[in-house]
């Protein structure tokens, strides 16, 4: 049931469906005008593809057998010619490659190309011109086709050749041709400053070079550059002659006169002249004093104003020192005549006062006196009957080593070398420890009088910079207090770390004892020295060195020093000594 209007109901139903058919017409319509568009759109596309297939037609037969225009090998243009003329045309071409010329700013070369076995592939070379354009897919041969007609295809030739020929060429111009620049200088002859001139330099590109042979080949053109670049000198003439005026302006007309303790001297303008140097920098010549130079030249006035100081010394007799006096010299201050010359030269100033000073000795007496030995710092001595060789020689080697160690006095920091004292002087031959067995050699027993001396060091509190354990266990000396030294390879050496000089004194005795003293100023130390065995084998031994000090009654150092490990000794007849044999003798700490 429905309140609305009857009328009212059959105006809303009808209303909508004549909407539905305007609707209708107006899509079909719509719809019909789309298919039209694009049949005209494929029409127009299909017309142009006929288009473009006549002309592609029209094109292969009328260049049928021919190159296409606008091709070429290298700079040689083929287009229009049938492929028997175009191998006509290269081969004339290539036949006129007889020489590859080269030019450039560094000279002119040839390449022979016979040399170089340059071989062109004439019907290659045409092959791949006839194929531009007719190659490749439609799209391809198309494009091809258009940069031909709108230019120029340039295709290489098929060429070979020998390049490792071009590239020996080439380099040795380049060995020929390269050159470093140079600097425009200053040449002072007397008092006169002549400018040389500045030179460019060049340098040879050979990989650039190389590639541009590569382009006159393919090109097919037999010309080629040289590549390279020009080098500048750092200093040009123009900045030479502003510093030849001013070195002229310096050496002038007068000479320069330096005075000093009422005396003159003179430096000539010639000799200012050699003083003079002149430096690159910043691309110019900056001109200054060699002072090298200077003291040549001023050399006599500072030889007539120098004395020599004389240092104090030591003059040692048996355990008596006695200290030779000191005196004070003269001498020119050098750096500051020189700084005063340079500054006043450039200024226009000739004449100069020398400065002389007292030049005190490094060692003077009142120093001296100081620092001379005093007490004994630490002894030792060693028994040289124990030895097994017992000769005369031998004990005359203990003489010459000794006597030649004492009297040296040492220097506060200064090291003292067995070796430097010991191996310049002449030694009996007898029996020396090489590789464990004992043999017979110049120097033997030098290790009784370094081991003797190492200890005494030891006992003066003295720093141990370098000391060897022998091959085996000796009998005149405890294992691990002892030292062996041999020419050029094991040394000892200490170091006085003390405030002042040390004496060692060393000595062979009636006997039977080698005796080392250290003498010094007291230093408050006291030293003690130990060695024990850890372990005595057959095969070996090895001992641990111990070593207290004590400085001013406290302990500075209470520790193992080092380990040793010595090895069976094979004696002169062959017999094996081992460690732990009954025999070996084990001597005191302090004997």
């Not at 003059?315 to 005196?327: A, D, L, P």
């Not at 001296?368 to 004994?376: I, S």
Request: charged share 25%; with cysteine.
């Amino acid at each position: 049931m429905s309140l609305k209007n009857p009328r009212e109901r059959l105006n809303s139903r009808s209303e909508p469906d004549i909407r539905n058919v305007f609707d209708g017409f107006s899509g079909s319509r719509s719809k019909y005008r789309k298919d039209r568009r694009r049949r005209r759109i494929i029409a127009v596309v299909l017309i142009a593809c006929a288009i473009v297939a006549m002309l592609v037609a029209l094109d292969h037969w009328s260049n049928l057998g021919k190159i296409y225009p606008g091709v070429s090998v290298g700079t040689v243009p083929l287009g229009g010619k049938t492929q028997e003329e175009a191998r006509q045309i290269i081969e004339e071409r290539a036949g006129a490659l007889d020489q590859i010329e080269l030019t450039g700013p560094s000279g002119e070369i040839s390449l022979n190309t016979e040399r170089m076995a340059l071989n062109f592939d004439v019907w290659g070379s045409v092959d791949r011109a006839y194929a531009v354009g007719r190659d490749g897919n439609i799209l391809k041969r198309i494009s091809d086709r258009l940069a031909a007609t709108w230019g120029t295809v340039r295709v290489a030739p098929v060429v070979d050749y020998k390049r490792e020929i071009a590239q020996v060429r080439v380099e040795n111009l380049a060995t020929r041709a390269n050159q470093e620049p140079v600097n425009a200088f200053v040449n002072i002859q007397g008092s006169e400053a002549e400018v040389v001139e500045s030179r460019e330099g060049y340098i040879v590109d050979v990989p650039t070079t190389m590639t541009n042979v590569e382009g006159a080949i393919n090109n097919m053109t037999g010309k080629a550059e040289i590549a390279g670049e020009v080098l500048q000198p750092e200093v040009l003439t123009p900045a030479a002659e502003r510093a030849a005026a001013k070195a002229e302006e310096v050496i002038s007309d007068e000479p320069v006169v330096l005075r000093a303790e009422g005396e003159a001297w003179e430096l000539s303008p010639e000799e200012i002249g050699q003083t003079l140097s002149l430096v690159p920098e910043g691309g110019e010549l900056r001109v200054g004093l060699d002072r090298e130079r200077l003291r040549d030249a001023l050399s006599g006035m500072i030889d007539d104003l120098t004395i020599e100081p004389v240092e104090a010394g030591y003059e040692v007799s048996g355990s008596s020192i006695s200290v030779t006096k000191s005196q004070a010299g003269k001498k020119v201050e050098e750096d500051k005549l020189f700084e005063a010359v340079e500054a006043g030269l450039f200024t226009g100033k000739r004449g100069y006062e020398a400065p002389v000073v007292t030049d005190e000795p490094s060692l003077t007496t009142e120093e001296a006196e100081k620092l001379k030995p005093t007490d004994l710092l630490g002894s030792y001595r060693t028994n040289y009957t124990l030895s097994s060789d017992k000769s005369a020689e031998r004990v005359e080697n203990l003489s010459i080593a000794s006597d030649a160690i004492s009297g040296t006095m040492l220097a506060p920091g200064e090291v003292f070398s067995a070796n430097e004292i010991l191996t310049p002087l002449s030694y009996n031959a007898t029996k020396v420890i090489i590789l464990g067995k004992e043999e017979k050699a110049d120097g033997g027993g030098l290790c009784q009088v370094a081991s003797t001396l190492y200890m005494a060091a030891n006992y003066a509190g003295l720093d141990v910079v370098e000391r060897h354990p022998h091959y085996a266990q000796l009998p005149y000396i405890r294992p691990g207090l002892d030292a062996t030294v041999w020419f050029g390879s094991l040394d000892l050496k200490f170091e006085n770390n003390t405030d002042g000089y040390i004496l060692l004194q060393e000595s062979v005795g009636d006997d039977g004892y080698i005796y080392a003293n250290i003498y010094g100023r007291p230093t408050g130390k006291q030293v003690e020295m130990d060695s024990e065995p850890e372990y005595v084998g057959p095969d070996y031994s090895e001992w641990i060195t111990y070593q207290k000090v004590t400085e001013d009654g406290e302990v500075v150092f209470d520790d193992v020093l080092h380990k040793d490990t010595y090895k069976p000794l094979i004696d002169e007849k062959g017999r094996t000594i081992r460690p732990d044999a009954e025999e070996v003798i084990i001597a005191p700490v302090n004997p």
